[in-house]
Each structure stands twice: as C-alpha cells, then as structure tokens.
C-alpha cells in the first residue's frame, strides 16, 4: 500500500475527532458523572464521599416504586391518547373533507404557544371558579357546582395526561399525515372501484401500510412522554399528595430543590436505564423495517 | 517635541489612573429579584460604603428570583462565590453545612435591634448566619362587607378559633361567598399559613434546640381545626394556593384569606380590613415571620468587607429606609415604625405580632419540610387521613430529614 493510500485511509476517522470529541464532551462526560454521582453523597457540600449502593437502597426501598408505577401508567395513558388522537388528526388532515385547511391550522397552537404559556392556560381552564372546563359543564347540566380538576389525586392525573396530550398531538398528526400521503392512491382508487367504503380503505389500506409510522411515532413518544416534566410540574408540581410525582417531577424535587445530587443522580441513572431500553426497542423496530424494506 | 511633554503627562496619568483601578478590590454583590425593591436606597448606602472604604468596589449584580440562589450556590460551589449575596434565609443552613457561607458575629447591641424572634430565622446551630434584610409576616384579611352581610361585626374580627370558624360557617351560609380561602396546592403557601396555626396554638415545627416537635396536641388542633374550617372554604383546596385564591377575595368571593402585608394595595373593590390569625385554646395570636438575608460566601479573600457592607445596609436607619421603600414589614424596632401604623392601620397586624410570631423553620432540608406539611395537609383535607395520624406521621418524616 502507498503512503498516501494511507493517508486516505486515516483521513475521514480524522474528520470525525471533532464530533467525536463535542460529542464526548456535552453527552458521555455529564452521563459518566451522573453515574459517578450516584454512587455518592454529593450535595452542596464540596467534601462528598462513596456511599456505594446506598443510594439505590434508599430509594428503592420507599416510595419511588410507586412513583415508577405511576410514570408508567401516566406515560401508557399519554402515549395512548397522543396516537390514537393523532390518527384521527392525521386522516382528517389527509382527507379530501370540507374544512382541511382548518383543522390544519388548528394543528398549529400547541405548537406555536411556549409550552410554559400553554400549561398556565390550561391551569385556569381546569379552575373551579374561573376556569372554562367547570363553568361550561356547569351550564350544560353535567355538573351542579364548580369542578377542580387538580384537587383530587385522580382528577389531577387526567388533567395532567391531557394537558401532555395536547402538546404531543399535533407532533404524531403530522408525523402519521407523511406516512398516510407516502400510499399509493392506486390502491384506494382501485378499493373504491370494487366498491369499498371509506372506513374500509381505512381499515384495509391505510392503518396497515402505516403501522411501521405508528410503532416508530409510538416509541418516540414514549421516550419523549416518559420525561415530560413542564406540564406537571406548571400545573400541579406533583401533587395532590404526590398523585401526579413522576419519575421526573421526583428527581428534579429531590436533586435541585432539595440539592440531594447524589440521591438525585441515583434516580437520573435509572431514568437513563429506562429510557435505553425504550430506544433499544426503537432500534430493533427500525432495523426490522429496515431489513422488510417498510421504511422505504 | 512640544508634543512630547503633554503626551508624557497624559501617558503618566493613565498609567497612575490604572494603577489606582488596579488596587481597587472589586465585590460581587448578587440580588435576588429587580431594584424596584428600594434599589436606589441599596445603591445610595452602597456608594457611601464604597467611599468609607476606599480601595473596594463594589459590582451589584440583580438576578431574577428564579435563578438567583442557584447561581449563587453554583459559583460558591464553582470556587467563584460573590462575596456577598441577598438569599431567601430558609437557604442557610444547608449552606452553612457545605461550609460555603460565614457566621456573623452580632453584639448583645446589635441582636437588641431586631424585632422580636427576627434573628430566629437566621439561626442555626447556635450561630447567625445572615443578616436579614426583607421581612414579612402573614396576617388575615377580611372583607368588611361579607360580614356584614353575614350578620357579623366588621369591626369585630374573628379572635379565636371557635369565632374564626363560627364566621367562616356564617358568610358561607348567609352569603353568595366562601367564608375563608384555605391554600393547600403544592407551593409554599399552604404550610406557611398552616404552620402560622400551629404557632397561634402554642405548637411548633422545631424546638429551640432544632429537635422535632412537631407531633404535639397543639398541632394536632390546629389540624382538626383546619378540616373542620375547609367546610366553609373554596371547593377543591387543594387546587388553590395563594395566586388562585388572591383573585377569589378581589372579586368578593371569600370572606377571609391569610397572606403578607404586599396584597394591602392590591383590592381597590374590596372593602376590607387586616387582623391577627385567630388564635386557638392553647395558644395566642401567632404569625409566620420570613426573612430574606444577606450571607457571606467564603473564599472570596473579603469576607470582613463583605460582613462590613451587610452590617452598613442593614443599620436600623438604612433599613428602616429600605423598608419603608420597598413596602417590607419593617425589621427594626426603632422610632418610625410606629408613624406606618398611623399613616396606614392594615399595617398593624403585621407590625404587631411580631413579637409572638413564630419562625420559618429553620432546616437544611427546607424543600423536604415544605413537601411533608403540605402532603399532611392535603391528606387530611382530601379526607384520606386523620389529623393525628398525618402530624404523627409528618413528624417521623421531618425526624428523618435530619
């Protein structure tokens, strides 16, 4: 081999030192040193030491369990309802239906308000005494007296879930909109010339040539959903009685409000873990279409 | 060479000009919030600082409240502490643990100057370790007209407990309002208000020595009290805390709500008065006191000029100033505070409790405590515990923070 043949060979590995080197700098550096911290009693005080496995002992044996639970099935309701409102979004947003261009524009406000500004709102609409939820309901009949969504631990986890939804929606509409547009209208001109019903192209046709779209959007949800942190903490700050603490809303009390760093830290690596499984999940989805040619 | 001497000259007093900035030793002083909060009274004794101390300078740097005590903590942990820094004091002790603030050393004289139990929310240990600059207690405010609708005396606000609930069960049944607005949302207020019960019952969070005493008869009346009122409160309280329940009373909704003395110009349509917490069997009229303080970071290389400047600010007449600038409960017990209860009478709750007030409670994990009397509270009031057992069970876990 010639020397500069081997120049040649070395070169794009050099090209990518720089990457490499901002990549280990802003994502394996603060990671490690979450793991570091874990293992630690770190708090404001500079003089921290190794407390091993304390940590995971402590907040394993109290009520972050339930806590993981309750992430779970926050996360679960959430996801849920961001993809199957998001369907709908999506085959009113690609249907030939009077009023498209509306319900395109109306895709857009949870998008366009800074989520801080969106989740003040919703906190009013949920308010017993001002909000609009309540007052209307109030004059349709439905409720006798005013109704405060956050004051109960079960209401306050629906409010929550939904508040997380309308940010998530218009995300997966749009996402799913691109696969629904990426079917060949071959098929539904050849479905409605044997005579097929919309709902039955639908069924038929466009849910399963999307299905790849829904499980890659579902996956990325969760990941995204599962550290949502803006909407509860603006709306209830986990509360009532810790009903609505998530995995996030515990770690950021327990680490920045409570400068518990280690304990903190503890809690972030197990987030970490969480979420690596999720995006292994997400790997293994793509790789499979991949290799089915789905993703083409 | 007739441009020779003056650009000699010239170069010559830039070089001793510079020299002269050179030795000056620069101060950062970080404030939470804006200065509309008597900033000019903070920079006027500032500069007369300055020019008894020649030779320092001082840089103030106001940072909006959100961030303003992480970015002091995080430079002190960086090892770029400012030499002095405006904090809410319920910070202190976890800084004084870290080792990263100074204790200040105050005269039999200067402690004297305090009002009432003042310095308690700064101790810790034994030792003083900010000297409070903001102050502010809590007290009720009562709407003059709701009584009256309700059959009671607007000039008879409620003193007791037996009377406050016997009021709140009165303007909730005689009028189209609530009878009293109970925070219990997830903020601060709620165990503010709630612990303000507590002292106004002769109970307390922590005892002189810092040991929990939490789980007490008093407190557990207090508690009982608190579900038998929230009858006649806002539904839904643990939906509200202070921000949703301030506009309730403004549009005449509430009879009666606790807060601090800020709100007094905030309800121009509201005929209102201000009175003491009621008080209950066991105890006398109590408050909640809170102070923002000034601390000393150490490592700084002028922590004696820093603990110079703070004692300068907050001297009885500089603070006095302040005070009366930025609208604050005044701090120090001298001639003047008595001329802002006659100029203004809703000050005198505020001014007067003072000295049977309790402190904000001194802990390191003052997040934790706040977390575990407003889960108490809301346990009790959602009906999923009984008062006795949610103080019992608060205590153990107050217990465990330490």
């Known amino acids: 081999m010639s020397e500069t043949n081997q120049k040649t060979d070395y070169f794009p590995y050099l090209l990518l030192v720089p990457a490499l080197f901002i990549t280990l700098l802003i994502v394996a550096w603060p990671l490690a040193e979450t793991v570091r911290l874990s293992f630690t009693d770190a708090s404001l005080n500079p003089n921290e030491e190794y407390i091993g496995f304390a940590n995971y002992e402590r907040i394993l044996s109290r009520r972050f369990p339930e806590v993981i639970g309750r992430t779970f099935l926050w996360m679960s309701l959430s ?13 009113l947003l690609n249907a030939a239906v009077p009023g498209r261009t509306l319900f395109r524009i109306l895709t857009m406000p949870p998008w366009i308000i800074p ?18 939820i309540s007052g209307l309901m109030q004059r349709i009949g439905l409720a006798d007296g005013p109704l405060e969504f956050l004051a109960a631990k079960d209401t306050a ?72 942190f803006d909407a509860i903490w603006i709306l209830t700050q986990g509360g009532p009685r810790s009903g609505t603490t998530t995995m ?43 290799k089915s040619g789905a993703t083409k | 060479m007739s441009y020779l001497k003056p650009i000699v000259a010239a170069a010559a007093v830039l070089l001793s000009a510079s020299a002269a900035f050179a030795q000056d030793q620069k101060m950062h002083f970080t404030i939470c919030g804006d200065d509309s909060w008597a900033g000019d009274v903070t920079a006027k004794y500032v500069a007369e600082w300055e020019s008894m101390n020649p030779g320092y300078v001082v840089n103030i ?50 402690r ?114 608190w579900k038998e009122v929230a009858q006649y409160a806002q539904p839904g309280v643990a939906a509200y805390g202070a921000d949703e329940i301030v506009p309730l009373f403004a549009a005449g909704q509430l009879g009666m709500i606790f807060d601090g003395p800020w709100l007094r110009d905030n309800f121009p349509d509201v005929n209102y008065t201000t009175a003491m917490f009621p008080h209950g069997p066991d105890g006398t009229h109590s408050s909640f006191l809170v102070t923002d303080s000034y601390a000393v970071f150490t490592g700084t290389g002028v922590e004696e000029q820093a603990e110079s400047l703070a004692k300068f600010l907050t001297a009885p007449q500089a603070q006095l100033e302040f005070d009366l600038g930025a609208g604050l409960v005044p701090l120090r017990n001298i001639a003047g505070v008595e001329k802002l209860i006659e100029n203004d009478i809703t000050w005198a709750p505020f001014i007067n409790v003072i000295p049977t007030g309790g402190p904000e409670p001194v802990i390191p994990d003052h997040a934790g405590l706040n977390d575990i009397i407003v889960n108490a509270v809301q346990g009790v009031l959602l009906g999923e515990i009984e008062p006795a057992e949610a103080i019992a069970e608060a205590a153990l876990e107050i217990e465990d923070l330490r």
């Not at chain 2, 407990?161 to 609530?178: H, M, Y």
Request: with cysteine.
């Open chain 1, 79 to 91: 996801v849920a309802l961001k993809l199957t409102i998001g369907l709908m979004g999506a085959l």
């Open chain 1, 115 to 132: 989520i801080a500004i969106g989740m003040f709102i919703w906190g009013w609409m949920y308010n017993g005494q001002f909000g609009m």
């Open chain 1, 157 to 228: 986890f629906l409010a929550t879930v939904i508040s997380d939804v309308w940010i998530g929606v218009p995300m997966v509409a749009v996402y799913l909109l691109a696969a629904m547009q990426s079917v060949s209208t071959d098929m539904y001109e050849a479905a409605w010339v044997d005579g097929a019903s919309r709902w039955y192209r639908i069924r038929r046709i466009t849910i399963p040539l999307i299905t790849p779209s829904i499980v890659t959007i579902g996956i990325l949800s969760a990941i995204w959903t599962f550290n949502s």
């Open chain 1, 248 to 290: 996030i809303i515990d770690t950021y009390k327990v680490a920045i409000d409570r400068f518990r760093y280690g304990e903190g830290a503890a809690r972030a690596v197990l987030i970490v873990l969480i979420m690596l499984s999720f995006s292994l999940a997400y790997y293994m989805v793509l790789r499979k279409l991949s």
């Open chain 2, 61 to 110: 740097e106001y940072v909006p409240w959100g961030q303003c005590q992480e970015k002091a903590t995080t430079l002190a942990a960086a090892g770029n502490a400012p030499a002095l820094s405006y904090l809410g004091s319920r910070t202190l002790p976890q800084l004084s643990d870290a080792g990263l603030i100074k204790s200040f050393e105050l005269t039999q004289e200067e």
């Open chain 2, 112 to 225: 004297d100057g305090y009002a009432g139990p003042v310095l308690g929310t700064v101790t810790y240990n034994g030792k003083i370790w900010g000297v409070p600059r903001a102050f502010s207690s809590r007290a009720m405010y009562y709407n003059r007209d709701l009584f009256t609708a309700a059959g009671l005396d607007p000039d008879q606000p409620p003193e007791t407990w037996e009377q406050f609930v016997a009021a709140a069960k009165a303007i909730t049944e005689n009028t189209d309002a609530f009878g009293v607005g109970i925070p219990a949302n997830s903020s601060d207020t709620p165990m503010q208000i709630f612990v303000a019960m507590v002292y106004s019952n002769g109970g307390t969070v922590l005892d002189a020595d810092g040991n929990v005493a939490f789980n007490s008869p008093n407190a557990v009346a207090a508690m009982e009290m």
